[in-house]
């Protein structure tokens, strides 16, 4: 059996970041050999990856990154907003961006696939390593890639990423300007579509059926005949398109002029054309349930074992 000390430990933690006891163990396991005790730790790791993926990963880093013409908005999840304060973490968060962006992939089956910017492993075999130190489920959630004229926006460390695309013929800081004001809009109203021209029919006519059953139970408008009722929704899916559509909603600078008049009024400032084509906006854990732990009861179930 091979003499394992202190030094070959210490030096294979620094190498692969794992604690000391695991990797005492995996060098004693392997005998000494340092390649055979790496694999031991990634395969360890692997089987409790695996066991700990069904855990929910709420919290994490939402990044929005533009280089030159071409941006990246991501989404990695963690279990914990402790370990999403990770260095290693959050550069695992800014690698993938940049891999998104250099490559391009088609969808996070190809992304996982892809190898990671300036790394020689993919993706998700760098995600199985950082598994190994961190020990937390991770996953990267989803992603958006554009090419354009781009302002990017991160709210709050990470809760909130926008990126805004303008099509313009200017080229100053004042259109990155504009944009940024407008990811700014997007954070702070979280529009669901560009304009109305963009709003699904189907969404259009479930908030018309949803408006004609609120006029069936108000006493005041169930007498009216159904022609008015009809008036009446067409009238309101107006003010439903200023709170949906992003060119028709209020700006938030500026209460008297919409997002689109204000955009329009920096392009006649500047002496050109500005024309907002597209944006995305990733809030961090939405949609996904969250655990409720109660740690009164955590603590009472640990006393009773």
């Known amino acids: 059996m091979a003499n394992i000390t202190a030094k ?30 790496v694999l031991i730790l990634r395969e360890k790791g692997l089987a409790t990856q695996a066991k700990k993926s069904g855990r929910i990963a709420a919290e994490g880093i939402v990044t929005s990154v533009v280089e030159g013409n071409v941006g990246a908005v991501v989404e990695v999840n963690i279990e914990t907003d402790f370990a999403a304060n990770n260095e290693e973490f959050k550069a695992y968060v800014a690698a993938v961006a940049k891999t998104v962006i250099e490559k391009n992939p088609a969808d996070l089956d190809e992304l996982n696939a892809t190898i990671i910017s300036g790394g ?12 190994i130190k961190i ?15 781009l302002v990017s926006y991160i709210h709050g460390d990470g809760k909130i990423g926008v990126m805004v ?5 200017l080229d100053t800081e004042k259109v990155f300007e504009c944009g940024k004001d407008c990811a700014l ?4 109203m979280n529009p669901a579509y560009l304009n109305r021209e963009s709003v699904p ?22 007498s009216k005949p159904e022609q008015v009722k009809v008036k009446i929704v067409e009238g309101k899916i107006g003010k439903f398109f200023s709170e949906i559509c992003l060119l028709e909603q209020d700006f938030v600078k500026d209460g008297e002029l919409t997002v689109a008049k204000y955009v329009a009024k920096c392009a006649k400032e500047l002496g050109g054309d500005i024309e907002l084509i597209d944006f995305v906006r990733f809030e961090r854990g939405e949609g996904i349930e969250k655990r409720e732990d109660n740690f009164a009861d955590e603590v009472a179930a640990m006393t009773k074992k």
């Open 201 to 222: 029919e189907s969404v259009i006519e479930q908030e018309k059926t949803v408006m004609l059953a609120q006029m069936a139970e108000d006493p005041k408008m169930a």
């Open 135 to 149: 020990r937390e489920n991770m996953v990267i959630r989803r992603f958006k890639r554009l090419e354009g004229t």
């Open 165 to 169: 695309n303008l099509k313009t013929d």
């Open 120 to 131: 020689e492993k993919t993706v998700a075999e760098t995600l199985q390593d950082l598994f």
């Open 185 to 188: 809009q997007i954070a702070a």
């Open 8 to 37: 070959d430990v210490t030096a294979l933690k620094q190498q692969t970041g794992v604690g000391i006891m695991d990797c005492k163990k995996a060098l004693i396991e392997a005998d000494g050999n340092v390649e055979q005790a």
